[in-house]
């Protein structure tokens, strides 16, 4: 059943660019909504709330916005290369339809975010949708001190949403080149992921000239 509902989703994959929009959407009116609410008989402060809400939130979809454009044009571009080198005659539309599938991931991630605020009962803002964010990263799951500092920006980088974009990935690329999902993980890490790690040495390159 699973199975048939992934393959409908693969066969609209339009959806998902939906599914992104109307959860961020979503955030904003529940966040404008929360203010409204809570300085009810404040206008001026709700005034100003409203404001500052409305640049932090902008400024988190923007940056959003800019990672997930890059991911895309990464994706297209290492898998791309990796599918010419290893011989397999996959059109680049293909291509972006499996990447575009994978961006799932993020939905998923945000809707997650979404019910955890609204049934933990959480102030319902930027800041707290961005704190639930950074508890996805995985610097969250290692003892900092005991980290090279080489591999912290990685970890810093590097979330959970991630994690399923991968592994979603991989499973698309099994579709395509008809492997098994390991050796599509294997072709996954190879190819997209060699990508990523250029991007990684590229902004430590970066964060250390700029330090």
Same mark, same amino acid.
């Given at each position: 059943?699973?199975?048939?509902?992934?393959?409908?989703?693969?066969?609209?994959? /339009?959806?998902?660019?939906? =599914?992104?929009?109307?959860?961020?959407? =979503?955030?904003?009116?529940? &966040? @404008?909504?929360? &203010?409204? @609410?809570?300085?009810?008989?404040?206008?001026?402060?709700?005034?100003?709330?409203?404001?500052?809400?409305? !640049?932090?939130?902008?400024?988190? #979809?923007?940056?959003?916005?800019?990672?997930?454009?890059?991911?895309?044009? !990464?994706? !297209?571009?290492?898998?791309?290369?990796?599918?010419?080198?290893?011989?397999?005659?996959?059109?680049?539309?293909?291509?972006?339809?499996?990447?575009?599938?994978?961006?799932?991931?993020?939905? #998923?991630?945000?809707? #997650?975010?979404? *019910?955890?605020?609204?049934?933990?009962?959480?102030? *319902?803002?930027?800041?707290?949708?961005?704190?639930?964010?950074?508890?996805?990263?995985?610097?969250?799951? *290692?003892?900092?001190?005991?980290?090279?500092?080489?591999?912290?920006?990685?970890?810093?980088?590097?979330?959970?949403?991630?994690?399923?974009?991968?592994?979603?990935?991989?499973?698309?690329?099994?579709?395509?080149?008809?492997?098994?999902?390991?050796?599509?993980?294997?072709?996954?890490?190879?190819?997209?992921?060699?990508?990523? !790690?250029? /991007?990684?040495?590229?902004? =430590?390159?970066?964060? @250390?000239?700029?330090?």
């Amino acid at each position: 059943m699973v199975i048939l509902y992934w393959e409908t989703l693969k066969n609209k994959y /339009w959806i998902i660019p939906f =599914l992104i929009i109307s959860i961020f959407i =979503l955030e904003y009116h529940l &966040i @404008m909504r929360y &203010i409204e @609410m809570a300085f009810l008989y404040n206008e001026e402060i709700k005034k100003e709330v409203l404001a500052e809400e409305k !640049v932090n939130f902008y400024m988190n #979809i923007t940056e959003k916005g800019v990672l997930t454009f890059l991911q895309l044009i !990464v994706g !297209v571009l290492c898998l791309n290369i990796g599918l010419l080198y290893y011989k397999h005659k996959i059109k680049i539309s293909k291509v972006i339809k499996i990447i575009a599938v994978s961006f799932i991931s993020l939905a #998923i991630t945000q809707y #997650i975010i979404v *019910f955890t605020l609204l049934f933990k009962n959480y102030v *319902f803002t930027t800041s707290n949708i961005e704190n639930i964010e950074n508890k996805l990263y995985l610097t969250n799951y *290692f003892e900092e001190s005991n980290i090279s500092s080489y591999l912290i920006l990685p970890l810093q980088t590097f979330n959970i949403t991630h994690l399923f974009f991968f592994l979603i990935l991989a499973y698309e690329i099994s579709t395509i080149i008809h492997k098994n999902y390991f050796k599509s993980l294997l072709f996954t890490f190879k190819t997209y992921g060699v990508g990523v !790690v250029l /991007w990684f040495v590229f902004a =430590l390159i970066m964060e @250390m000239n700029f330090n």
